[in-house]
C-alpha cells in the first residue's frame, strides 16, 4: 500500500515565533521555566517500550537530539547553558542506545557534503549519591557538560530541593562547564558524590526563590497574568488525563453526550468551557507565608556568626516561624514580629534545605510537597517549559492574590531581573545583538550555534524592552528630557532607548502628522526585518521592538555606541534627517546597501541636496547611516524600505493611475503618505514581469526558428534578478487535511510541480531555457530580448531588471532628471505594482478562498492569509465589497466585516485610552466595551475615584500632572462616549480609513445583516488591544442591563510587534523532505524532517511554534506509514505546543484537536476522540460561529465517530448540519456534498428510514454519475449502495403489510442493523479528512519516481547546491518564513 494525500496544505505558516527566556549560568537554577535546552543527561527508563526515530529519540514525554554537531570540541547543543526542565525530565527517562534510523543512508547522503562533525551517543553509567537519598545510576554522554548533571538533580523529584552544592569525584570537586570526556578518571560506574556546600547572600537568594518556585510550580496565576513566559493548556484536562497512557476503550464504554452548547444550530455561546477549570490545577497548599521579613539585613555582629538572611514563615499549623538562612544552612530563630532574637530556638533544627526544615517543623508541609513533587514530575513538559515570547490569554477566572515577597521584591527593587545575575549588572544589548550576528557562520556547527546565539539574544531583548516600555507608561521610568512636553519625552532604561509614537517637532508635518508618526516604527520594523533576513556581513540594524500599551505606541531600540555623546547631524553620514532636504552619502553604505538592495529589489538613483549636489543613493533618502564608536555601519530609520502605494496616495494632476484601478474607487487618500507595498507583493509582481519576459521572447524565439538551435540545452543560466524558485506558488500535498499554506515561503511549503497544472509549468521551464541559453548576440536575438524588456517596463533596454526606487513619490526629494524618461520609467513601475495588487493579487485571493485552498477562521488568520499575498490591511474594504457579491463567500465576508469593525474600534479606543488616567482605567474600559457590544441604550459608568470618594480639585490638576504615567490626563472625557456617538465614529473610521460603508446604524442591527456573533467581536477586539476580561458568562442582549463592569476588567496587556530570527539549515532541511515526500520517498522525507526538527530544537530550544508544525508533519507521515500510535504521540506534543506559543483558542489549535481526534480514533481511544473533537467544535464555533466549512468537517467526523458507536440520532444531527454546509459552501453538486449525503444515508439505514436513506443515497449517486462517470468505483459503489436500501425498504415495507392485514399479529419483528466496523469508520474520516490510501502496484510506483526525478533533476539539484552552500546568498523571500 502506497498512502498518498489528496488534499493541498494546511495553512500552518508563520506561526509568529516566540520569546525565549533564557537566562544564563546560576540563574538558570532559580527557575524550571528556563528554556536552555538540555541534552544529553539521561537516567535508567522506567518505561522499556519507548520508541526510537528518524535521528530524534522519543518516548511519551521528550524530544532528545542523538546527534549532536561539535564546534570546538563542545556540544552545540549545550553551549553555556543549562538545561530546561522539560529536556531534563526528557533525559530522565532515555535509553541507552542511539537512534539506528539517524544512520540511515538517505540522512547520511543528504549531510555528507556539509562540513559537520556529528558525534553519536557514546553513552556511560554513572552513579549518584545525594546526601539523604538512595544512590541511583544515570547514562551520560562523553559530550556533556558537568552543569547538566547539576540541572538534572534539580529537576528530580527527591533532589529538587537542594541548589547550593557541588559534585565530587574522588573527593576532587568537579568544573561545572567542563565537559565530562574531560574529567580525568570518570568511567564506566564511577560514583560521583553530591556534596552540600556553603551558602552565599546569593546563594541563599536563589535557594528561597527556587523552594518558591516549587511550591507554586503547579499555580497557573503567571499563566493568565501573562509572566515567565508560562502559558496555558488544557488537553490533558479536556481528555482527563495523558492519552498516551490510556487503555483502549471497548466501544460499549464509550461516554459520548456531547455538552448541549455544541450541538448543531444553539445559538447562546458559553464562555466558562473555554477554560476548563481541574479540580487539582493548582496542587495542595504547602505555607500559609513564605518571605523575607522586617529584620534583614542582618546586623554586623550576625554576620560574623554567618546569619545572611532572615525569613518569616506560617505554616498549615498556622505556625509562626522566623527562619535564618546561615553560612551552612536554615534554622529557626527566637526573633518575633515585635523582638529581635536572632539565637538558634530549642530544639535547634540546622538543615541544609529549607525544604527539609519545613518538613521537620510541619507535617502538613512534608505531606503536601510530596503530593506537589509527584503532580508536578506527572505533568507533561511541554505543560511547563517556558515559551519563547510572552503568550496574553484574552479572558481568566476569578484570581487569588497571595503574599509572595519574591514577586514583591521582582517588581519593587531597582534590579533589572535576572540582569543581576550577570556580570556587569546591565546588559549592553546593542554589543550582543551585533556580536552575535559576527559569530562564524561557515559550517553547519558554526551556524547553529550563530543562530542559537542570535535567538536567545533577541528573545532576551524583546522581553527587556517590554517590560521597560510598561514601565516608561506606567510613569516608573524618568525621561531623559522631563522638561519637554510629554508628548516629546524619550527614555533610556536598560541600555535601551524608548520613544513615542507622536509627531515630535513637526517631524512628519507634511506626512500625516500623529497618525504617520504612529505609522513609521511598524514600517520601520518590516525594513528592520528585510535587512536582518538579508543578513549582509558589514551592516548592522538596531534591535528594534514596537509595542503598544495603554492606547500608546512605544518603539524599543537598541543604542548605537557614542549616538549619545554628539548631535545627530554630527552623526549621519549617510542619508537625510529632513526627508531629502540635506542628503549625504559615503562609499562603504552606498557599496553595502547596493548589495543588499540587490536581494532586496531596490534601485541605486541619484536624489539632489539644498546645495543642488547630485548624490547617489541605495536606499529610501530617509535611511540614515551611522557609524558608531565601535566602527560598526549601523543603519536605521527604514520606513520607506519599500515602494510606496500609489492606490493610497494622492498624486499630482500630472501623474494618473490606471482606468482599472479608478473603477474600484482608487486612490484613497490615506490619513498619511507612508503607505507602502509589502515585500511580498514586490516579490509576486517581479515574478510575475519575470515569466511575461519569458514567455514573450520564447515566442518570439520559435516564430524565428531559434528553437531548434537550443534544443537539448542543459542547465541555465540566471538572469540578473530573475527571482528564486522558493518564491513559486507551491503545494505540499502531505500537509494537514483542509487547510492549505498560504505563504510563497511558508515553512510547509516545497518547490514541487502542480500536477494539475503540469504541462503549463513544463511550457514555461521550456520557455525558460530557450530564453536563458541564447549565447549569441545576433541583431535579431538582440532585438527579441529588447522587446520583451520593454514590454515587461524593464529598467534596463536588453536584459530583463525590475527594481524599484522608493523615493519616486517622496514629496521632498528632488530627483536628479525630474522631466526625464527614467523617472518616468520608475514611476510606472510603482504604479504597475500598485494595480497588480488590486488586479492580479486579490482576485487570486479571492479564488483561493472559494477554492477553499485558504479558509480563515478569524481576523487573524484573515489578515495573515492576506499578507501572504502582499495585500495590506487597508484593502480589507475593498475585499468586502467584492465578498459581498460572493454567496459562496459568506463566511468570509462575515470574517472580514468583524475584522473592520473591531479594527476601527481599535483605532477610536487607542486615542479614547490615552485620555484615561490609571485609577479610572477598568471604568473607562468597561464603558467602552458596553458602548460597542451592548444592546443596553444608555450604559452606566462608575469613575474609578469613587472607590475613594474623592473629588479631584481643579487646582491641583498641573501639579499632579504625569504622575500616574505617560500622558495621564485628569479629566474625564471618556465618560461621554456613548453606544450611538462610537458607532458613528467607527462608520466614519471604516469609510475614511478603508473605503468601504457598513450598512447598518448600530451594533444589533449590524450583527443581524452581517451574520456576526458579539462573543467573537469582544474576543478579537481583547487580543487586538491587550484587554484582559473576567472569565464569566456575559448578557450581552439585555436593553436595560448593562454588560460589563468594572470588576470585569482584570489586566491590561502589551501588543508586541518584532522580527524573529530564523533557522536557515532546518528550513533547507525541511523543504529537501517535503521534496522526498513529494517524489514518493517517504522514509527518506520523514528522516531529513526528523533532522530539521533536531535543528529547530538546536536554534530555538523546545517550545517553538515551527517545531509544532514539524511535529504535525511528522504525525501526519507517521500515520500515513502505519504507525498510528507514534501518529498520536507525535500530534499530542503538537497540540500541547500549539496551545502554549498560538494560544488555546487559535484557529492553529483548533485543527491540531482534529488531528489528534482522528489519531486516537485510529487507536481505538474513542470517548478520547470524541472529547477532542468536541473541544475543537466549541472553540470553532467560539472563534467564528457555525456558519463555517470548517465546521462542515468537524460536524462531519463527530457524526461518523458517534455513528461507529451506535449512537445514531446524535450522528444524524451532526451529519444533517454538515451536509447543509457543504452544499452552502461547495455547492449542490460537489464531491464533498456527495459524501455527505452519503454518511446521512449511512445514519438513516441504521436507524430503520430507509425511505430517507434511499432519497439522499440518490442524491450521491447522482452527483458521482454527472461528475465521474457512470464506469467510476465511487458510482458503481453508490448504485449498490442505492439496491441494497431500495431492498431493505422493500422488505420493511412487506413486514409493515403484514402487520396491517394481521398476518403477523401485532408484533413488529426487530430490525437486524448492522452497525459499521471500526475499520470503514476509519476509512470513511481518512477521506473527509483528506487521506486516500491508493493500491499501487511496485511497477507504477518505479515508473512514476523515474519519470519525477527526469523532471525535477535540475530543480533538485538546485536545492542539494543550495544545502551544499549553506552560507550562498539567500533570497529575503526564502527566509521568510521564519521571519513572518
Known sequence: MMALETTVAH???????????????????????????????????????????????????????????????????????????????????????????????????????????????????IKIVPPGVEPFEIQVNCMELVQEIHQLLLDREDTCHRTCFSLQLDGTTLDNFAELKNVEGLKERSVIKVVEELYTVREARIHVRHVRDLLKSLDPNDAYNGVECSSLSFLNTVTQGDILEKKKFRTDSVDCTPPD??????????????????????????????????????????????????????????????????????????????????????????????????????????????????????????????????????????????????????????????????PGQTRDWNEELQTTRELPRKTLPERLLRERAIFKVHSDFVSAATRGAMAVIDGNVMAINPGEEAKMQMFIWNNIFFSLGFDVRNHYKE??????????????????????????????????????????????????????????????????????????????????????????????????????????????????????????????????????????????????????????????EHKHKLCCLRQELVDAFIEARYMMFIKFAAAQLQSLGIAKQVKDVNGSVEMENSPSEETKETTAALCNGHHSSDSNTDFTKVPVVKAESESNVLETDKAKKMVESITDVEDSTKEIVRKAAFTVGSLKEFEFDIRFNPDVYSPDVLHANPDGERLKKERQLVKDAAEFLVIVQIPSFLRDCLDHSASPLDGATLSEAMHNRGINIRYLGKIAEMLSKVPQLEYVYSIAVAELITRCAKHLFTTYLQGVEMMSLSAAISHFLNCLLSSCSVPHYSNGSDELNIKIAKKNKNKRRNRSGVLSSQDNEWTNTAPKSLWTNISAELKTYYGWTIESETIDTAIAKYSLQK????????????????????????????????????????IVKH??????????????????????????????????????????????????????????????????????????????????????????????????????????????????????????????????????????????????????????????????????????????????????????????????????????????????????????????????????????????????????????????????????????????????????????????????????????????????????????????????
Open 1059 to 1380: 522580527i524573529n530570527p530564523r533557522a536557515t539549515d532546518a528550513y533547507h532541511f525541511y523543504t529537501t523532505g517535503q521534496t522526498k515526500i513529494q517524489q514518493g520517498y517517504l522514509k527518506d522525507g520523514y528522516e531529513l524532517i526528523s533532522e530539521a526538527l533536531n535543528l529547530l530544537n538546536n536554534v530555538y530550544g523546545a517550545m517553538h511554534p515551527e517545531i509544532a508544525q514539524c511535529l504535525r508533519m511528522l504525525a501526519r507521515l507517521n500515520y500515513i506509514m502505519g504507525d498510528h500510535a507514534e501518529a498520536m504521540s507525535y500530534q499530542q506534543k503538537a497540540v500541547l505546543m500549539s496551545e502554549r506559543v498560538n494560544g488555546i483558542d487559535h484557529p492553529y489549535t483548533i485543527t491540531e484537536y482534529t488531528h489528534l481526534a482522528l489519531y486516537c480514533f485510529a487507536n481505538s481511544q474513542i470517548s478520547t476522540a470524541l472529547k477532542l473533537l468536541y473541544r475543537a467544535r466549541y472553540l470553532a464555533i467560539v472563534v467564528c460561529g457555525e456558519n463555517h466549512p470548517e465546521i462542515a468537517l468537524l460536524d462531519s467526523n463527530i457524526g461518523l465517530v458517534l455513528h461507529a458507536v451506535g449512537e445514531y440520532d446524535l450522528s444524524l444531527r451532526f451529519l444533517e448540519k454538515a451536509l447543509g454546509l457543504n452544499i452552502k459552501y461547495y455547492g449542490a453538486k460537489s464531491l464533498k456534498v456527495a459524501v455527505s449525503y452519503h454518511l446521512v444515508a449511512r445514519a438513516q439505514s441504521c436507524m430503520g428510514d430507509f425511505r430517507s436513506a434511499l432519497q439522499n443515497e440518490k442524491e450521491t449517486y447522482g452527483i458521482y454519475k454527472q461528475q465521474l462517470g457512470e464506469e467510476h468505483e465511487k458510482t458503481k459503489e453508490s448504485s449498490e449502495c442505492l439496491r441494497h436500501l431500495t431492498q431493505q425498504a422493500v422488505i420493511l415495507q412487506k413486514k409493515m403489510n403484514e402487520i396491517y392485514t394481521g398476518k403477523l399479529g401485532g408484533s413488529f419483528p426487530p430490525l437486524q442493523i448492522q452497525p459499521p466496523t471500526m475499520g470503514s469508520v476509519l476509512d470513511m474520516l481518512n477521506i473527509i479528512n483528506g487521506i486516500l490510501f491508493v493500491q499501487i502496484s511496485q511497477q507504477d510506483i518505479e515508473t512514476f519516481r523515474a519519470e519525477f526525478e527526469r523532471s525535477q533533476k535540475k530543480s533538485d539539484g538546485a536545492t542539494k547546491d543550495d544545502i551544499d552552500e549553506g552560507t550562498s546568498k539567500r533570497d529575503v523571500e526564502e527566509a521568510d518564513w521564519a521571519s513572518r
Open 511 to 668: 506626512l500625516g502628522g500623529d497618525a504617520a508618526a504612529f505609522a513609521a516604527p511598524r514600517n520601520d520594523l518590516q525594513g528592520v526585518r528585510v535587512y536582518s533576513a538579508v543578513d549582509l556581513e558589514g551592516l548592522y540594524t538596531l534591535g528594534t521592538v514596537v509595542i503598544d500599551y495603554r492606547g500608546f505606541r512605544v518603539t524599543a531600540q537598541s543604542i548605537i555606541p557614542g549616538i549619545l555623546e554628539r548631535e545627530q547631524e554630527q552623526s549621519v553620514v549617510y542619508g537625510s534627517i529632513d526627508f531629502g532636504k540635506t542628503i549625504v552619502t559615503h562609499p562603504k553604505y552606498l557599496e553595502l546597501l547596493g548589495k543588499a538592495g540587490v536581494q532586496l529589489k531596490i534601485l541605486p538613483h541619484k536624489a539632489v541636496n539644498d546645495k543642488s549636489e547630485e548624490i547617489e543613493l541605495c536606499s529610501s533618502v530617509e535611511c540614515k547611516g551611522i557609524i558608531g564608536n565601535d566602527g560598526r555601519h549601523y543603519i536605521l530609520d527604514l520606513l520607506r524600505t519599500f515602494p510606496p502605494d500609489v492606490n493610497f496616495l494622492k498624486l499630482d494632476e500630472s501623474e494618473t493611475i490606471s482606468e482599472k484601478t479608478k473603477v474600484l474607487g482608487f486612490p484613497i
Open 11 to 125: 495553512d500552518e505558516n508563520n506561526l509568529k515565533p516566540c520569546k525565549a527566556d533564557l537566562r544564563t549560568g546560576d540563574d538558570c537554577r532559580k527557575s524550571e521555566n528556563s528554556n536552555s535546552v538540555c541534552n544529553g543527561v539521561r537516567s535508567e527508563s522506567d518505561d522499556p517500550d519507548h520508541k526510537t526515530d528518524s535521528g530524534v529519540l522519543e518516548d511519551d514525554r521528550q524530544t532528545k537530539l542523538n546527534v549532536c554537531p561539535v564546534v570546538n570540541g563542545r556540544n552545540v547543543i549545550n553551549g553555556n547553558f543549562s538545561g530546561s526542565e522539560s529536556l531534563s525530565n526528557y533525559a530522565k527517562e532515555q535509553s541507552e542506545e542511539p537512534s539506528e534510523k539517524s544512520k540511515s543512508k538517505v540522512a547520511e547522503d543528504d549531510l555528507k557534503d556539509r562540513d559537520i562533525l556529528f558525534v553519536h551517543d557514546a553513552g556511560f553509567t
Open 261 to 422: 452548547f455544541i450541538m448543531p444550530n444553539t445559538t447562546e455561546r458559553f464562555l466558562i468551557p473555554l477554560q476548563p477549570q481541574s479540580k487539582e490545577q493548582k496542587g495542595p497548599q504547602c505555607l500559609k507565608v513564605l518571605t523575607t521579613n522586617g529584620w534583614n539585613p542582618p546586623p554586623g555582629i550576625r554576620k560574623m556568626h554567618g546569619d545572611l538572611l532572615y525569613l518569616s514563615i506560617v505554616t498549615l499549623e498556622d505556625k509562626r516561624l522566623n527562619v535564618t538562612a546561615s553560612t551552612k544552612g536554615f534554622f529557626i530563630n527566637q526573633s518575633t514580629d515585635d523582638e529581635f532574637n536572632p539565637k538558634p530556638a530549642i530544639p535547634n533544627h540546622l538543615c541544609h534545605s529549607l525544604v527539609d526544615l519545613l518538613s521537620q517543623i510541619s507535617p502538613g508541609f512534608k505531606r503536601n510537597f510530596a503530593l506537589l513533587q509527584k503532580k508536578r514530575t506527572q505533568r507533561h513538559p511541554f505543560e511547563r517549559v517556558a515559551t519563547p515570547y510572552q503568550v496574553y490569554s484574552w479572558i481568566a477566572p476569578p484570581a487569588e492574590h497571595s503574599i509572595d515577597a519574591i514577586r514583591s521584591e521582582d517588581a519593587f527593587s531597582s534590579k533589572l531581573g535576572y540582569e543581576e545575575h550577570i
Open 1015 to 1054: 462573543i467573537s467581536l469582544l474576543r478579537s477586539f481583547c487580543m487586538k488591544v491587550g484587554v484582559q476580561i473576567l472569565l464569566r458568562e456575559y448578557c450581552f442582549d439585555n436593553r436595560h442591563k448593562q454588560t460589563f463592569f468594572e470588576e470585569d476588567i482584570i489586566n491590561i496587556f502589551p
